[in-house]
């Protein structure tokens, strides 16, 4: 990932954009104009608009993991869900261009991934225990929308809670 650290103006332009347009009606015309640089500027750093998308929901979404409390795994990866399912970004790319999550549900780990591994591999000690959470939260996250109906997403996030401590116990009682 390209040093972000120094780039949160355009970041911020970029998400600015992708809030307004979608990322496939997003430029790098359009950022460098919201972020008083040039177009050579962003093509310095990122190839095209889906290289520099990837980084900003790095940064978002990392954010939102980064300000979990793991003192209580549980109750934080539920509220991981909650905030990545309410943070903009996520439900203007679920909302407009879903496609662009496929590679990082089929193909390969992203940035994003790397990051939340590292948080949960802390927080459960375990590597494949992290894993697991994270592959039952990610399918709260993305298709939770879908089974509402005579129930609620509150109820939902109740029973990923009660999936995650059932299995947590279970596994350390092995």
């Known amino acids: 990932m390209k040093s972000i650290r120094h780039n949160d103006g355009i970041l911020d332009a970029a998400r600015d954009c992708v809030l307004a347009y979608g ?29 520099l998308v990837a980084d900003l929901m790095t940064r978002e979404w990392v954010r939102v993991v980064a300000e979990l409390d793991m003192s209580d795994p549980v109750r934080a990866v539920v509220a991981g869900v909650r905030g990545l399912r309410a943070h903009p970004l996520w439900r203007r790319i679920v909302e407009v261009d879903p ?8 193909d390969r780990r992203g940035a994003t991934h790397e990051a939340v591994l590292e948080v949960l591999e802390r927080g459960f000690g375990d590597a494949c225990r992290a894993r697991a959470v994270l592959l039952v939260a990610q399918s709260f996250l993305l298709s939770a929308p879908t089974m509402l109906g005579p129930v609620t997403m509150d109820d939902l996030d109740t029973e990923l809670a009660a999936l995650l401590e059932g299995y947590l116990d279970r596994r350390e009682s092995r």
């Open 99 to 106: 496609e662009l999550l496929l590679p990082y549900l089929l």
């Open 23 to 51: 990322v496939r009606r997003t430029t790098l015309t359009d950022v460098a104009r919201r972020a008083g640089v040039s177009r050579m500027t962003l093509y310095r750093h990122w190839p095209d608009v889906r290289t």
